[in-house]
């Protein structure tokens, strides 16, 4: 098996992770604080979607990320530029409940597609390379911000391509490991 076999296997996982979680959410429950101290569900499904634009369009590629294409410009917060490091819980909850669940999931839906095809394309010696990340964050000024370079000082440090990879892998994971366990104890509570 070649590594970016595996990568795309990983991906794959991960999508269909982010599926049967958000799914069958309802609008509460993207929109309900479920425990003290979490965020809404909502923002942490737009995250783990961003986080997975960011880290390969932005930090990898160097290529404009998939949120500035014409057909997510007019769905309100899900286009806002960032992955949300830095946000107070109240800017947080905010951008939660001015997305629509139907949105972020067809914006997935893009993003993971996407990376595949790149994936298929690309060569396994190609994941040893050094990604050039400072000149690719330029044109995202949210990424340069304080919050964002403590949250993730390695991305200017010169990382190798599969480095940049893990935020959209193991970090999105962590993430729908937390919202599927948040999902399930708002449904115990109701029922």
Request: proline content about 6%; overall charge negative; aromatic content about 6%.
């Amino acid at each position: 098996m070649r590594a970016t076999e595996l990568l795309e296997r990983q991906f794959t996982s991960v999508h269909s992770i982010l599926h049967d979680v958000a799914d069958d959410l309802t609008a509460g429950e993207l929109t309900t604080r479920i425990l003290p101290r979490t965020n809404l569900l909502g923002f942490d499904l737009w995250h783990v979607a961003r986080t997975q634009d960011w880290a390969v369009q932005t930090l990898v590629r160097g290529v404009p990320e998939l949120i500035d294409e014409p057909e997510w410009r007019g769905r309100g917060a899900l286009a806002t530029h960032g992955i949300g490091v830095g946000y107070s819980e109240g800017q947080a909850d905010d951008l939660a409940r001015a997305v629509a669940l139907a949105d972020v999931l067809a914006y997935t839906d893009h993003v993971h597609t996407t990376i595949l095809d790149w994936l298929r394309a690309l060569p396994d010696t190609a994941l040893d390379g050094v990604a050039d990340v400072p000149p690719h964050l330029e044109r995202y000024p949210v990424y340069l911000e304080p919050a964002m370079r403590a949250e993730v000082p390695w991305m200017f440090q010169s990382p190798p391509v599969w480095r940049c990879l893990n935020p959209a892998i193991g970090h999105v994971r962590d993430h729908l490991a937390n919202m599927d366990l948040l999902k399930r104890h708002v449904r115990a509570r109701g029922a």
